[in-house]
C-alpha cells in the first residue's frame, strides 16, 4: 500500500510539471490521448501482474510445463539446477516481492496518468 500510494504521488507531479510545461503552449489534444492510453497499459500490465500472482492461471502453466517435459527432454544438469531454483527459499521470496512491488508501482503510475489525464481534459 506505501509502494501504490507513492508511486500515485510520484506519477502526478511528474504528470502536474509536465501539463505545466504543455499548458503554456496550449495543450492539444494528442498528449491527453497519450497519456491516457499509457496509464492504461500500465493498469494492464499490472492487472496482468495481480492474475499471475494470484494463481488463477497456475493449473494451466503447470500443464504446459509438462507437456513441454513430455517433448523436449532436458539434461540431468538442468534439472538439478531447476530443482535448486524451486527450493531456494531466498530467491522465491525475492521474486514475490518484486512482482507485488511491480504490481503496486503500475497500478499507482497507471492511475495517477489516468486521473491527470482526465482533469487535463476539462
Not at 502526478?12 to 495543450?27: E, F, G, P, Q, R
Amino acid at each position: 500500500m506505501k509502494v501504490f500510494v507513492s508511486s500515485l504521488s510520484v506519477s502526478m507531479i511528474i504528470t502536474l510539471l509536465m501539463a505545466k510545461a504543455s499548458i503554456v503552449s496550449k495543450a492539444n489534444t494528442s498528449h491527453i490521448n497519450a497519456l491516457f492510453m499509457s496509464g492504461l497499459l500500465l493498469l494492464l500490465i499490472g492487472a496482468i501482474l495481480f492474475v499471475i500472482k494470484s494463481g488463477f492461471l497456475s493449473l494451466f502453466f503447470q500443464g504446459f510445463v509438462k507437456i513441454r517435459e513430455t517433448f523436449i527432454r532436458q539434461p540431468h544438469f538442468m534439472k538439478v539446477v531447476n530443482d535448486n531454483i524451486q527450493n531456494d527459499i531466498s530467491f522465491s521470496i525475492w521474486k514475490e516481492n518484486v512482482t507485488k512491488h511491480s504490481m503496486s508501482l503500475a497500478f499507482g503510475i497507471g492511475l495517477g496518468m489516468i486521473l491527470i489525464s482526465t482533469i487535463w481534459a476539462f
